[in-house]
Nanobody, 117 residues
Framework: QSQLVESGGGLVQAGGSLRLSCAAS????????MGWYRQAPGKQREFIAR?????????TYADSVKGRFTISRDNAEKTVYLQMSSLKPEDTAVYYC?????????WGQGTQVTVSS
């Protein structure tokens, strides 16, 4: 069983919204940061957004999603969210959750997001 479980993917029309969730299992501790990546068919996996677990939760976004996607966290639940708005067909991809912990990086199994034109 994956230590990171994504949910919330699906099919949406262009201009629509989706919210992805990623829950880390209890076996994962000391999470430094969590983030989202995506991989479209025939393309390399690319960074989307990251949020730091400590403090105010500094965030970083890829230029391609700035102003449209928002990453947030619930540290108590070890869950990270990705609110996606104004979706475009080029946002179609498998979206992967990532957790950065001391000494290693953990990946989820991915959730498909398809945006129709």
């Amino acid at each position: 069983q994956s230590q990171l479980v994504e949910s919330g993917g699906g099919l949406v029309q262009a201009g629509g919204s989706l919210r992805l969730s990623c829950a880390a299992s209890r076996t994962i501790s000391s999470i430094v940061a969590m983030g989202w990546y995506r991989q479209a068919p025939g393309k390399q996996r690319e960074f989307i957004a990251r949020i730091i677990s400590a403090g105010a939760g500094d965030t970083t976004y890829a230029d391609s999603v700035k102003g449209r996607f928002t990453i947030s966290r619930d540290n108590a639940e070890k869950t990270v969210y990705l609110q996606m708005s104004s979706l475009k067909p080029e946002d179609t991809a498998v979206y992967y959750c990532q957790a950065v912990i001391p000494g290693r990086i953990v990946w989820g199994q991915g959730t498909q997001v398809t945006v129709s034109s």
